[in-house]
């Protein structure tokens, strides 16, 4: 069985996520989609409503099932893998003040989500107008925007282009591994959010090679940055190693480092070549928890088969992290 792929949506309150979410659901790209929410009042979707299920669950155009979410969340995904209908795509909604840390957690710690499921990606919406401040204010605002695989600004057509440029700028420093794209009257093309994850070889290799770039700029300039304090207790850092890695050390040092620091590991990211295996390795783990190692189908022709390692750390100093990963390195068995 192919793991569905799950999509997190997020973005602080009034940031724009049912108006994306409605518009997402009238795409053929998005057919066959369940959405999970926490009440069906909060969202209109009057206008695809095809059929009531039950008390926790509707019919929606094009295939798409929206479920509220009554108790935990894997409790709700559970219930949505026994349901008849088809689903190709699970899309979480959370609420605007939500950490999304707890539900990526759930879904890389739970051992059957994990055959049933896969983390597509987390979409963090910001509001152009009021984003800045929003920011500058709100913790949760700055962790969504900080674990996200993709940034949509919306209500650009109401901001200045100046206002547009400072939030976009401050974003990319914030979370240099993530694209920051734009919503054009509430909407934008699914094909832009998802694919987002990391156990996708086709354009990953690209993708993390920008945020080895991009990452590695941001850790060598970040004091160039006119940064928000809180900002500020944002880093990322980004590794590169040319010889294949032995995954005894890397995983003694991963381990410690959830153990001991995860609350400080706001993302981390990789594309490995490890010792004795043929095609790269891609991971990603969130604070206490490290999904499992994915063995992806080849490198790509050309491709220096270097591993690639990305963290976003918040109250963490990078060199920290990156002394101790070499440590470890270099301390397991030849």
Same mark, same amino acid.
């Given at each position: 069985?192919?793991? /569905?792929?799950?999509?997190?949506?997020?973005?602080?309150?009034?940031?724009?996520?049912?108006?994306?979410?409605?518009?997402?659901?009238?795409?053929?790209?998005?057919?066959?989609?369940?959405?999970?929410?926490?009440?069906?009042?909060?969202?209109?979707? #009057?206008?695809?409503?095809?059929?009531?299920?039950?008390?926790?669950?509707?019919?929606?155009?094009?295939?798409?099932?929206?479920?509220?979410?009554?108790?935990?969340?894997? %409790?709700?995904?559970?219930?949505? $893998? =026994?349901?008849?209908?088809?689903?190709?795509?699970?899309?979480? =909604?959370?609420?605007?003040?939500?950490?999304?840390?707890?539900?990526?957690?759930?879904?890389?710690?739970?051992?059957?989500?994990?055959?049933?499921? %896969?983390?597509?990606?987390?979409?963090?919406?910001? !509001?152009? &107008?009021?984003?800045?401040?929003?920011?500058?204010?709100?913790?949760? *605002?700055?962790?969504?925007? *900080?674990?996200?695989?993709? /940034?949509?600004?919306?209500?650009? #057509?109401?901001?200045?282009?100046? =206002?547009? *440029?400072?939030?976009?700028?401050?974003?990319? $420093?914030?979370?240099?591994?993530?694209? &920051?794209?734009?919503?054009?009257?509430?909407?934008?093309?699914? $094909?832009?959010?998802?694919?987002?994850?990391?156990?996708?070889?086709?354009?990953?290799?690209?993708?993390?090679?920008?945020?080895?770039?991009?990452?590695?700029?941001?850790?060598?300039?970040?004091?160039?940055?006119?940064?928000? %304090?809180? !900002?500020?207790?944002?880093?990322?850092?980004?590794?590169?190693?040319?010889?294949?890695?032995?995954?005894?050390?890397?995983?003694?040092?991963?381990?410690?480092?959830?153990?001991?620091?995860?609350?400080?590991?706001? %993302?981390?990211?990789?594309?490995?070549?490890?010792?004795?295996?043929?095609?790269?390795?891609?991971?990603?783990?969130?604070?206490?928890?490290?999904?499992?190692?994915?063995?992806?189908?080849?490198?790509?022709?050309? !491709?220096?088969?270097?591993?690639? /390692?990305?963290?976003?750390?918040?109250?963490?100093?990078? @060199?920290?992290?990156?002394?101790?990963? @070499?440590?470890?390195?270099?301390?397991?068995? $030849?």
């Amino acid at each position: 069985m192919t793991p /569905i792929p799950v999509t997190l949506l997020t973005g602080f309150l009034g940031a724009g996520k049912t108006t994306l979410l409605n518009r997402l659901l009238q795409q053929e790209a998005m057919a066959g989609t369940a959405v999970l929410i926490n009440e069906f009042g909060e969202i209109g979707l #009057d206008h695809l409503l095809v059929e009531r299920l039950d008390e926790d669950a509707v019919l929606l155009a094009a295939g798409c099932l929206c479920c509220t979410v009554r108790g935990d969340l894997s %409790r709700a995904l559970r219930d949505l $893998a =026994e349901r008849p209908q088809e689903i190709r795509r699970v899309v979480v =909604e959370t609420t605007g003040l939500a950490d999304p840390a707890p539900i990526l957690q759930t879904l890389m710690s739970d051992p059957w989500l994990l055959r049933q499921y %896969r983390l597509d990606g987390v979409v963090t919406l910001v !509001d152009a &107008v009021h984003g800045m401040a929003t920011l500058d204010a709100q913790p949760e *605002a700055l962790r969504q925007a *900080a674990v996200a695989d993709r /940034i949509v600004l919306t209500k650009t #057509d109401l901001a200045t282009p100046e =206002e547009v *440029a400072a939030l976009r700028g401050r974003l990319s $420093a914030l979370n240099p591994i993530a694209p &920051v794209l734009t919503a054009v009257s509430g909407g934008i093309e699914a $094909a832009a959010l998802t694919d987002a994850g990391p156990f996708s070889a086709d354009g990953k290799l690209a993708d993390i090679d920008r945020w080895i770039e991009a990452a590695g700029h941001h850790h060598h300039h970040h004091h160039q940055h006119d940064v928000n %304090r809180h !900002d500020a207790r944002i880093r990322a850092v980004a590794l590169r190693f040319t010889e294949p890695l032995p995954w005894e050390g890397l995983a003694s040092y991963l381990e410690m480092l959830a153990v001991t620091q995860g609350q400080h590991v706001l %993302r981390m990211k990789a594309l490995l070549n490890l010792r004795g295996q043929p095609a790269p390795v891609a991971m990603h783990g969130v604070q206490h928890s490290f999904h499992p190692p994915q063995l992806l189908d080849a490198w790509p022709e050309g !491709d220096d088969r270097s591993s690639r /390692i990305v963290f976003i750390l918040r109250d963490l100093d990078p @060199r920290v992290v990156e002394d101790g990963l @070499r440590a470890f390195l270099q301390a397991a068995p $030849a």
